[in-house]
């Protein structure tokens, strides 16, 4: 019904940068929020960053200031810019989103992608 989709991990050295992409797709009425959460090994999944409907972003005192999230809403997409990366930062990052199903009113549902995996190497 509806799918995210992440693309852009990979392997990269401490100090190197990476964008991550996430498109939704399928039959969305209205998306309210999109963020990125990470999962390091043997660790709980984290919050990362938040892009609200509007201009309104959110992030992780972690990566606030080397991390950057953007939205384009004509391609139902949300991007997470890293910068300065560090060993810390290797994860599988998750896209999620709240929205809107169409035909579905105003009730709003939770819906994640596969993940993608960042390794960063000191």
């Known amino acids: 019904q509806v799918q995210l989709v992440e693309s852009g991990g990979g392997l990269v050295q401490a100090g190197g940068s990476q964008r991550l992409s996430c498109a939704a797709s399928?039959?969305?009425?209205?998306?309210?929020?999109m963020n990125w959460y990470r999962q390091a090994p043997g660790k709980r999944r984290e919050w990362v960053a938040a892009a609200f409907t509007g201009e309104r972003k959110s992030y992780a005192d972690s990566v606030k200031g080397r991390f950057s999230i953007s939205r384009d809403n004509a391609k139902n997409s949300v991007y997470l810019q890293m910068n300065d990366l560090k060993p810390e930062d290797t994860a599988v990052y998750y896209c999620?989103?709240?929205?809107?199903?169409?035909?579905?009113?105003?009730?709003?549902?939770?819906?994640w992608g596969q993940g993608t995996q960042v390794t960063v190497s000191s």
């Open positions: 399928g039959s969305i009425f209205y998306i309210n929020v």
């Open positions: 999620h989103s709240q929205l809107i199903v169409r035909g579905e009113g105003s009730r709003t549902r939770d819906f």
